[in-house]
């Protein structure tokens, strides 16, 4: 079934998965989203807790609900376009089926990242697992770090094979290397002055990672992690580390400082996908969507800064690395378009 939706995605060319690679068309349908099928008349709830895109692989859907689309026809042609964007802020919303209908829905913030990590493999050239990548990029350790520096984190990772008993590291050696628990569960166990003999103070399991304190502090290590089961780790050296993500390569600004940029005459980029523009956008903006900023980066001109936003900073990161790959002097807008407060332009309102 997989395959044919695949084949239904490249044909209709259903935004933004059509412009994935393989590779990334297969970490959409591993586990992060959900395929719904509904038949003629059946309605689902998408509730107010999440920011969901969701996209129409075959039927059509109307939206009931939400008062800017209420009523309107979604079908796969409206997908083309990019997905139907549904966020907390919509209220209560239902989609209803027209007739029999394949939907591909998921949170928004991992499809970015996919688009993200994919727009930026693809375009290097690497052979990279996205999969590993997403969960690398869902972990806390590397949480607020730009896209192409979790990337060149990826690149300089050693897989590292231990077994259930294993000490991966030591309270008071040296710290030399930051690591992130692929698979297996570890125990960490600290022995303070005053104790008598170690005590367990946390268990991690696949996700998590360990090793940052002492890299940081450049001291010894503060407990002892042991696995509990075999296991597989990714391991990153200490200069690495340093280099790569307590030092980002991104130039990130506040929405303050774009503001600055904006008013000295910097270019302003959106790229977030079509309904989101549709939905509302910053005044004097220019759209271009992250999934064709490569191709069409020459619609901006390089004699003045460009800020790049889109929905919360995630985006405006890789496509601020992009077209400084190009030439440009450009910023990501931290907090993106959730975060200004001033005034946005609402075409589904006008």
């Known amino acids: 079934m997989t395959n044919v939706i ?16 393989d590779r990334g068309l297969e970490a959409v349908f591993a586990g992060f989203f959900d395929i719904i099928r509904l038949n003629a ?30 009523g309107k ?9 990019g997905p ?15 007739e029999p209908t394949l939907l591909l829905s998921g949170d928004g913030d991992v499809i970015d990242d996919i688009v993200s990590i994919d727009t930026l493999v693809s375009g290097r050239g690497i052979e990279a697992d996205i999969v590993q990548l997403i969960l690398m990029r869902q972990s806390k350790g590397f949480a607020g770090l730009p896209t192409e520096a979790l990337v060149n984190v990826y690149e300089r990772m050693t897989p590292v094979i231990v077994e259930a008993g294993e000490d991966v590291v030591r ?19 600290r022995e303070e002055l005053e104790d008598d003999e170690p005590r367990h103070v946390a268990t991690l399991g696949s996700g998590d990672c360990f090793g940052e304190e002492a890299l940081i502090l450049g001291g010894a290590r503060n407990a002892t992690v042991r696995m509990i089961t075999p296991g597989e780790l990714l391991s990153l050296d200490g200069d690495s580390y340093n280099e790569l993500v307590a030092k980002p390569s991104v130039a990130r600004i506040s929405i303050d400082e774009a503001k600055a940029k904006i008013a000295a005459g910097a270019h302003l ?26 191709a069409r980066v020459g619609e901006v001109t390089p004699d003045r800064d460009v800020v790049v936003y889109c929905r919360s900073g995630r985006r405006s990161q890789v496509g601020a690395f992009l077209m400084a790959q190009n030439g ?20 589904n309102l006008q």
């Not at 999440?50 to 692989?57: D, F, L, N």
């Not at 139907?84 to 027209?98: E, I, T």
Request: glycine share 10%; aromatic share 10%; charged share 25%.
């Open 84 to 98: 139907l964007v549904l966020s907390q802020g919509d209220g209560d919303l239902r989609l209803r089926a027209l």
């Open 41 to 70: 008349g059946d309605s689902i709830a998408l509730g107010t807790h999440s920011h969901r895109y969701t996209s129409v692989i075959r039927g059509a859907i109307t939206v009931d609900g939400a008062d800017n689309r209420e």
């Open 269 to 294: 980029v959106d790229v977030r996908y079509q309904d989101e523009w549709d939905d509302g956008h910053l005044p004097g903006a220019v759209h271009i969507p992250l999934s064709v900023l490569r």
């Open 73 to 81: 026809r979604f079908d796969a042609f409206a997908s083309a376009s």
């Open 171 to 189: 309270q008071d050696m040296k710290g030399d290397s930051f690591y992130f628990l692929r698979h297996g569960c570890a125990e960490v166990w």
């Open 6 to 21: 695949l084949a239904e995605i490249r044909n209709k060319s259903i935004s933004p998965y059509c412009r994935l690679s």
């Open 328 to 347: 440009f002097t450009a910023y990501s807008m931290d907090g993106g378009i959730n975060g200004w407060t001033d005034d946005i332009v609402r075409p």
